[in-house]
């Protein structure tokens, strides 16, 4: 594909619902990026994968966030039960490896009622 | 920890006229990117310009240019004949360079909010 896709691009839930946010990378991008942006906000990070394997998590805020790319391309962001304060735009983004650049797709809005 | 400070919540320009916008990071790193970031209301955040901090030349891309002072750690954005297509979040990222290891995360401001005014 041209760039970064993200699928849903807006997603409402019920309070305590799950949800799965997708990504499909740039095709070759072997790095990959989840973040969180919240209203106002600039994003924050939230986890890293090289190729299949996830390097660091250490902005997931809790554990009801989990992140995988079994494959080593798309990937997957779960939210179990999730609560109001879950409502943000999750974005992805990709990278060639050690190559400085990340490259956005357009975010999932997810709006938690 | 490297934190990035946008001071400007909002800017205005006039159409043709120039704007600067300003940004300071804190790191005790020597090795690391910086990067201008644009998010229009489309949220796709598309990248404007990167600056290497061991280059001391500017980074310029077309009307697009830095001023980059590492011993201020200051990194601000000029950009030149402002056009409509310009009004846009603009977002100041900067990455560590540590080599192989990582960490390869962007940390970002909060952003300024371009207006450019007809």
């Known amino acids: 594909g041209a760039g970064v896709s993200q699928s849903p691009r807006y997603k409402v839930a019920k309070r305590g619902q799950d949800v799965a946010l997708r990504c499909d990378p740039i095709s070759g991008h072997v790095s990959l990026f989840w973040y969180q942006q919240a209203l106002g906000q600039g994003p924050e990070f939230l986890t890293y994968?090289?190729?299949?394997?996830?390097?660091?998590k250490s902005g997931l805020p809790s554990d009801r966030f989990f992140a995988e790319r079994p494959e080593g391309s798309v990937s997957t962001l779960k939210i179990q039960r999730t609560q109001q304060e879950d409502s943000a735009v999750y974005l992805c983004a990709s990278s060639l490896a050690l190559f400085p650049e990340q490259y956005f797709g357009p975010g999932t809005r997810l709006t938690v009622t | 920890a490297q934190t990035v400070t946008q001071s400007q919540p909002e800017m205005s320009v006039q159409e043709a006229e120039t704007v600067t916008l300003s940004c300071t990071y804190d790191t005790s790193e020597s090795d690391y990117y910086l990067f201008w970031y644009k998010q229009p209301p489309s949220r796709q955040m598309i990248l404007v310009i990167r600056q290497e901090a061991y280059k001391q030349q500017n980074a310029t891309e077309n009307r697009f240019s830095v001023n980059f002072q590492k011993a201020a750690k200051s990194f601000s954005l000029k950009i030149s004949d402002s056009q409509l297509g310009d009004a846009a979040m603009y977002f100041c990222a900067y990455r560590s360079g540590q080599g192989d290891s990582g960490p390869y995360k962007y940390i970002f401001g909060t952003g300024t909010r371009l207006k450019v005014l007809a």
């Open positions: 994968f090289q190729n299949e394997a996830q390097l660091d």
